[in-house]
């Protein structure tokens, strides 16, 4: 059974940053089957990061902010996020698929506020 835990959420001030970590075991890790995505109270979940063997793909609202990447020795995902705006504020999920198999972990929480 596949389990994909986040951390690396916190409390910091606009303009922070922060790095994200998804440690996953019992999945095939692939460097090309992984994504963030992001929950704000209230709203839908959207996607900030992916990392697909078609490409790499960053949401607008935070391109050329935040950085998707992978150690396949660590089977671990990160997202490190630099310049954080109040904008960003959410509890972020790690995404993995597996060939037919997709996993989600718990989510880490992230706050951006002054």
């Known amino acids: 059974q596949g389990h994909v835990v986040e951390s690396g959420g916190g409390l910091v001030e606009p303009g922070g940053s922060l790095t994200l970590s998804c440690v996953t075991s019992?999945?095939?890790?692939?460097?090309?089957?992984v994504a963030w995505y992001r929950q704000a109270p209230g709203k839908q979940r959207v996607l900030v990061a992916s990392?697909?063997?078609?490409?790499?793909t960053i949401a607008a609202s935070v391109k050329g902010r935040f950085t998707i990447s992978t150690d396949v020795w660590k089977n671990t995902v990160y997202l490190q996020m630099n310049g954080l705006k109040e904008e960003d504020t959410g509890m972020y999920y790690c995404?993995?698929?597996?060939?037919?198999?997709?996993?989600w972990g718990q989510g880490t929480q992230v706050t951006v506020s002054s």
């Open positions: 019992g999945i095939m890790f692939s460097q090309y089957g």
């Open positions: 990392k697909r063997y078609s490409g790499t």
């Open positions: 995404n993995i698929i597996d060939g037919a198999n997709e996993f």
